[in-house]
């Protein structure tokens, strides 16, 4: 009969963190799911988007807009998972 191990370590999230992301973060990183890098990254990323909508839109291309259009969604996506890893470890906040 084999052997069966049962194991108890828990990792830490914060330990999660360190083993998944080895890039260098800085000293003030406010991201949870960002790295500097992909943040820079995706600010060009959508600036780039946009003037390439533009163009295809003005060319009437409109498979290349809707293309451009679900890059940009997916680079939103990204950011609303960014804010909800924020904001699963804070208070709720009161609207006033």
Not at 10 to 25: F, G, I, Q, T
């Amino acid at each position: 009969m084999p052997e069966t191990r049962i194991t108890n370590d828990v990792m830490a999230l914060k330990d999660v963190r360190e083993a998944s992301w080895s890039e260098e973060e800085g000293y003030d990183a406010p991201f949870g799911t960002f790295t500097w890098k992909h943040w820079m990254e995706s600010q060009a990323r959508i600036n780039q988007c946009f003037s390439r909508f533009v163009r295809a839109i003005e060319e009437k291309r409109a498979t290349q807009a809707l293309m451009i259009g679900l890059e940009v969604q997916e680079i939103a996506t990204q950011m609303l998972l960014e804010a909800y890893s924020l904001s699963v470890n804070l208070p709720q906040e009161i609207d006033r």
